[in-house]
Each structure stands twice: as structure tokens, then as C-alpha cells.
């Protein structure tokens, strides 16, 4: 059993619509990392966070997807507008520091039809 | 540029035999080398990991892994296999570089066991 926590474990949406993923991230850990795997087992990272700040971001991210990790609250991450090309598993890293070991989530599964 | 190689996309092997994923990375710095696995419909699990000092690592479930920084290689080994051991095996780099820290994924190794 993971210890981080990932809501939905499966997620459909049209093209289009918004589509919003959560992770509670391990207890203690401040930094959490986003990453997209693709069913070509390719790892997109996406964005990450230390006590809520954003570390780094892709460029992809500044447009259509948007993400955050509120204090006493889950991290979230958002998909404006879904496209075809995002379906993928998004995972959901945490660690106790940057460059230590990740706990990753189970993933939550995006289908965009 | 930093890569992470694994050259065998799958690897079937008999229950009870013994096991080498190969795993070669690029990076000039000193390396922080990690396998996880992933079972079918799971996140990432973490097996092993290497910071520095002895390189031969332990892992869980009687995983071991090999680092060799003449060969730049960080090799997964298991003595006898079982048939629960079949996953998608990954090899990841993690860096700290200048625009922050970094993790590169290998594109896995689907091992399979026979019964």
C-alpha cells in the first residue's frame, strides 16, 4: 500500500473538458514532483513543489495545465482543457528532500475520448 | 547529456532462476541510482538505491544491484525468481543540475516469469 494517495484511480473525460487529479503526499515529505508515463513507458515530468512553492515547471505546463500543493490540503493537478494526447498516467512523487528517494503514488489513469 | 539506457525491453525467464536487468546511465557528477518496479495497475515501488560507498546494494525481496562507475552500469540481480516478480522493472537517475533536481527514467524492462 502506497503511502502516497492518489484520487482518482481512473479518470475519463471528452475532449476538451477539465480534468483534476489529487495526491496527498507521504507524511513529512515536502517536495512533491508530477510525472505523465505514457503507454510507451516515457516519463514526462510535469512539475514540482517544495512546501507548497513551485520548484519547476515544463513550458507545456504553463498553458493548459495548472497545479498546486495548498498547505493542509492535497496537492492537486488540473487539465484545463483535456486533449487526446494526454491520456496517460499521471504520477505523483513525494520525498523528504530534493535528490533523495520518491515515494510514488499508485497513479491516477486519464483516458481523454 | 544524462540518459538512462536499459537495453533488453523484456525478459523471460523460468521460476527459480536467477535474474540480470541491465541498467547503463550517463552522467558525469556522481549518480543516484534507483530500480523500482511497477506491477500492472500500480505506481512505482522503490527496490534498492544507490547513493555512494559499497557497490553492491541490497534491496527488498532479495533484490541486489551493482554499481560500476568504470562501466557506468547499475545492474539488477536476483538469485532465484518467482513467479509474483513479474513487473515492469525501472532504472532512474536522479540528479541535482542547474535548473534543479532531475529524474530520468530508463523505459523499462518487462520481465516475465514462467512457472
Known amino acids: 500500500n502506497s503511502k502516497v494517495i492518489q484520487t482518482p484511480r481512473y479518470l475519463v473525460k471528452g475532449q476538451g473538458q477539465k480534468a483534476k487529479m489529487r495526491c496527498i503526499p507521504e507524511?513529512?515529505?515536502?517536495?512533491v514532483f508530477w510525472y505523465q508515463q505514457n503507454k510507451n513507458n516515457e516519463f514526462k515530468f510535469l512539475i514540482n513543489?517544495?512546501?507548497?512553492?513551485?520548484?519547476?515547471q515544463i513550458d507545456m505546463t504553463e498553458k493548459r495545465f495548472s497545479a498546486e500543493c495548498p498547505s493542509n490540503s492535497p496537492c492537486s493537478l488540473e487539465i484545463q482543457s483535456s486533449e487526446a494526447g494526454d491520456s496517460a498516467l499521471y504520477l505523483c512523487?513525494?520525498?523528504?528532500?530534493?535528490?533523495?528517494?520518491?515515494?510514488f503514488g499508485s497513479g491516477t489513469r486519464l483516458l481523454v475520448i | 547529456a544524462q540518459s538512462v539506457t536499459q537495453p533488453d525491453a523484456r525478459v523471460t525467464v523460468s521460476e527459480g532462476a536467477s535474474l540480470q536487468l541491465r541498467c547503463k546511465y550517463s552522467?558525469?557528477?556522481?549518480?543516484?541510482l534507483f530500480w523500482y518496479v511497477q506491477y500492472p495497475r500500480q505506481g512505482l515501488q522503490l527496490l534498492l538505491k544507490?547513493?555512494?560507498?559499497?557497490?553492491v546494494v541490497q534491496g527488498v525481496n532479495g533484490f541486489e544491484a551493482e554499481f560500476s562507475k568504470s562501466n557506468s552500469s547499475f545492474h539488477l540481480r536476483k538469485a532465484s525468481v518467482h513467479w509474483s516478480d513479474s513487473a515492469v522493472y525501472f532504472c532512474?537517475?536522479?540528479?541535482?543540475?542547474?535548473?534543479?533536481?532531475?529524474?530520468?527514467f530508463g523505459i523499462g524492462t518487462l520481465l516475465s516469469v514462467k512457472p
Open positions: 512523487a513525494s520525498s523528504l528532500m530534493p535528490n533523495s528517494d520518491y515515494t
Open positions: 507524511k513529512g515529505h515536502p517536495v
Open positions: 513543489f517544495q512546501n507548497q512553492e513551485v520548484l519547476q
Open positions: 552522467y558525469s557528477g556522481t549518480p543516484y
Open positions: 544507490y547513493y555512494s560507498g559499497d557497490p
Open positions: 532512474v537517475l536522479s540528479f541535482y543540475g542547474s535548473s534543479g533536481n532531475k529524474l530520468i
